[in-house]
């Protein structure tokens, strides 16, 4: 887990805090209700049960789709989410897409996400990490997380209603800056291997 006061002494050598690689000035949240609410669910380890910040998805639609650019090159290891734990306010699914520049509703019904994830419940402490696949999510630069459905609701009974995000947190490494980025702002600590550069899988196959 990550540290809001930058101590990394407990962290692997090349894990960072994920704060410090979030290009936070471009991220975006489709559908939200409140606009900029989005960006409010990246918060620090010690401020991620907090609930007076949050995304609420806009009118009855259970859907949000969440666009999330880093400053470098990643390698994602780790999902952490807190969700609403009100009746039928958490989501029940979440997929995840990866390096689709302007990637929106209208074109996810295009592209096979690289991982779908059923929501286990509301996890309001934030406290469970779900396991993603590196293989492909090794060479990030580019994530979406769309959240779908109502946790706790049968599907056929699903329909109207919104959903919410409280807390959203990755684990992951840098693998190389992009170019024009200052690397050095969020190394968690320095290392000899941070000069080598590791390319790295994960392409989104379209449907045919």
């Not at 999902?79 to 209208?106: H, K, Q, W």
């Not at 990030?140 to 109502?150: E, I, K, M």
């Not at 919104?162 to 968690?188: F, N």
Request: proline letters at 4%.
């Amino acid at each position: 887990m990550f540290c809001c006061h930058g101590d990394a002494s407990h962290m692997g050598s090349e894990e960072v805090n994920i704060l410090g690689a979030l290009d936070l000035s471009r991220i975006q949240c489709y559908n939200e209700l409140v606009a900029g609410s989005g960006k409010s669910v990246f918060k620090s380890e010690c401020s991620k049960v907090d609930k007076t910040r949050f995304v609420d998805s806009a009118g009855d639609d259970p859907e949000l789709l969440l666009s999330i650019p880093f400053k470098s090159t990643m390698r994602i290891r780790g999902l952490c989410l807190s969700l609403g734990g009100e009746y039928g306010t958490c989501p029940a699914r979440v997929r995840i897409y990866a390096n689709m520049e302007g990637l929106d509703f209208s074109g996810l019904e295009s592209f096979e996400p690289v991982q779908e994830l059923v929501i286990r419940g509301p996890d309001v402490q934030a406290q469970e990490w779900y396991p993603l696949k590196v293989v492909k999510l090794g060479n990030v630069s580019h994530l979406y997380l769309h959240f779908s459905g109502r946790w706790s609701v049968p599907e056929h009974e699903q329909g109207e209603g919104s959903v919410r995000v409280y807390y959203v947190g990755l684990r992951a490494e840098v693998i190389a800056p992009r170019v024009g980025v200052v690397h050095a702002m969020y190394e968690s600590r320095a290392q000899a291997s941070d000069h080598k550069m590791e390319l790295g899988g994960g392409t989104l196959t379209k449907k045919v």
